[in-house]
């Protein structure tokens, strides 16, 4: 198993506490996003990583700088979106002695710090258009002017930024530069969330109960088969770091060494169907003409019947077939390969409709 885990010590950081700690490669998702991740990293191509908080972003941002030729150099990680638009601009581009209340010193910025190396700019969505201007000149001058300062400093750092947001729409609504935009969206990698690589989940989790296991002192923690259930049902709209926190809390309060569903207390997070309900009249006729005939494994065939006849109507797409039957998508990929549709998507629909008839 590919693992990737944070190590607090790496070096200074300004991110989030939210972020993902640990990420896996197990899903065939997250299989391909390291294939992806491996034909970038050794180029110096600006990459933007695109997903949701807690999915592992800047995770994937230290795997790039550590594939990359520049690994020897250092990696520098700012949360655009943690601090105020003038420590955000001291931050990334430096400041002189007494250029502002506080700067009691000089202090070089991230781009000097990082210069030969690799800069993480998260949730690069969030900077001030003011400092989305200045942050464009660096990317195409390649020197930095400290703040208070008028001397021109050349740089060479190898950007990856990140965002949760979408950026052309924030384009369109004028709250990000277009020009910096394109910048960018040299190399894009979509990070998915949580729940569209459940492959991921119960491995996660045994690194996570391994991790909190051995702080804690206990030992042989197992998981139910009830609670692996409940885990790959749930959608975890936290991702990654919910369920981290998820089995350190299962951990502090179960009483054994068996963690259960109700250790972890998920809710339900599923948004109920307000759309009026649908005329059953003609689906009740070609049930009846079915039971009539009484045919074996008559649910098997009407279950797998729908399935398949809502995978192709949403084009072979998963997450929208999950939406539209009102099932999680790990119960339609559990389905889909029963069904041996995971391994050749594109197998033609098997006709059941005789039986409709």
């Known amino acids: ?32 996003l390291l294939d992806q991740i491996e034909r970038i990293a050794p180029s110096d191509a600006t990459v933007l990583i695109i997903g949701e908080t807690g999915t592992g972003k800047e995770l994937v941002a230290r795997h790039i700088h550590a594939l990359s030729k520049r690994n020897q150099q250092t990696f520098g990680a700012l949360n655009c979106a943690a601090l105020s638009e003038g420590l955000i601009e001291s931050e990334l581009f430096g400041h002189e002695k007494g250029s502002f209340t506080g700067a009691i010193s000089a202090k070089d910025g991230w781009f000097e710090t990082a210069n030969k190396g690799s800069l993480f700019l998260d949730e690069v969505g969030d900077l001030p258009l003011g400092l989305q201007a200045k942050l464009l000149r660096v990317l195409q001058e ?5 703040v208070g300062s008028r001397t021109a400093v050349p740089v060479d750092v190898r950007i990856i ?5 979408n950026l052309e729409e924030a384009v369109a609504a004028s709250h990000f530069r277009a020009d910096l935009y394109y910048r960018f969206n040299v190399a894009t990698i979509y990070l998915a969330p949580l729940r569209e690589r459940p492959g991921d989940i119960l491995p996660l989790t045994e690194h996570f109960l391994k991790l909190y296991g051995d702080r804690l002192g206990y030992s042989e923690v197992k998981l139910s088969a009830a609670t692996e259930l409940a885990l790959l049902n749930y959608d975890w709209p936290g991702n990654i770091r919910e369920l981290e926190n998820a089995v350190h809390r299962a951990l502090l309060v179960c009483p054994g060494n068996r963690l259960r569903p109700e250790d972890f207390k998920l809710s339900d997070h599923r948004v109920p169907d307000e759309t009026p309900p649908i005329s059953t009249r003609s689906l009740e006729s070609s049930l009846l003409k079915l039971l009539e005939q009484a045919p074996p494994n008559l649910f098997e065939i009407i279950e797998e019947t729908v399935i398949r006849t809502a995978f192709e109507f949403c084009d072979e797409n998963q997450v929208q077939t999950a939406r539209l039957l009102d099932i999680s998508r790990n119960v339609l990929r559990h389905k889909l390969a029963a069904y041996e549709m995971l391994a050749n998507s594109h197998k033609k629909l098997i006709d059941n409709s005789a039986l409709l008839a």
């Open 161 to 165: 930024a990140a965002t949760n947001i």
């Open 1 to 32: 198993m590919t693992l990737l885990a944070f190590d607090e010590n790496q070096t200074r950081s300004l991110s989030h506490s939210v972020r993902a700690t640990a990420l896996v490669f197990e899903d065939p998702v997250s299989r391909r």
């Open 142 to 146: 390649r020197e930095v002017v400290k």
